[in-house]
């Protein structure tokens, strides 16, 4: 089955060592986004490729950067992870950027700083 | 600042129950998604509603739109213990989609 795969599922890091997500997708999307959510919040956007167009959200931190170096893969580098930077990370997927392209999540990373 | 915002918090029901819940939200919209998110899970997506419809069906999920009051709701019914999960409202779409603050879904047995 085509599908969004986060890798790992769990990540453990200390306060200020640099730390690496990865998202993988067998769908052929144009677009992928990266997510955080907080406990019991709404996911909240960081950033998108359009294929490998960068688009950063005003608000997203400089501790926050991504790569994308092919259609299929998406990376998120966490620099200088803080205390506030532990959350879930979700990656998602959208054929297009119409906005009635529905979008395709992993089931996430949730990544915990020591 | 989120779109979306939706009520109740929180909803806990007896299975085979109907499930209501509303989301509003603030600007002009072209569509409206619905998202269901199970418990240490990514969202999936579930409906989607344009700003010219009123009211869409998908098995047992009916969702109506007002924008006059810029507000939405999601019916499940006959609710089943598989449907315990938090259900997100988001507006905007593209390359832009901003999530409600999302309603926790308990169905209990």
């Known amino acids: 089955d085509a599908m969004v795969i986060q890798n790992p599922r769990y990540q453990v890091t200390q306060f200020g060592k640099p730390v690496t997500l990865s998202c993988s997708q067998t769908l052929n999307h144009n677009v992928m986004y990266w997510y955080q959510q907080k406990s019991s919040q709404a996911p909240k956007l960081l950033f998108h490729y359009y294929d490998k167009d960068f688009n950063n959200e005003a608000d997203t931190p400089d501790n926050f950067q991504s790569r994308r170096p092919n259609t299929s893969f998406c990376f998120l580098d966490i620099r200088s992870p803080g205390l506030g930077d532990a959350a879930m990370y979700l990656c998602?997927?959208?054929?297009?950027?119409?906005?009635?392209?529905?979008?395709?999540f992993g089931d996430g990373t949730r990544l915990s700083i020591l | 600042s989120q779109q979306g915002e939706e009520d109740p918090q929180a909803l806990s029901i007896q299975e085979g129950e109907n499930a209501t819940m509303n989301c509003s939200y603030k600007?002009?919209?072209?569509?409206l998604q619905w998202y269901r998110q199970n418990s240490g899970r990514g969202l999936v997506h579930l409906i989607l509603i344009r700003s010219n419809e009123r009211e869409k069906h998908s098995g047992r999920l009916r969702v109506t739109l007002d924008t006059s009051k810029k507000s939405s709701s999601l019916l499940i019914t006959a609710s089943r213990a598989a449907d315990t999960a938090s259900y997100f409202c988001a507006t905007g779409g593209g390359n832009k989609l901003t999530f409600g603050t999302g309603t926790q879904l308990k169905v209990e047995l």
């Open positions: 998602a997927t959208s054929r297009d950027q119409a906005d009635w392209e529905p979008q395709h």
């Open positions: 600007t002009s919209i072209n569509n």
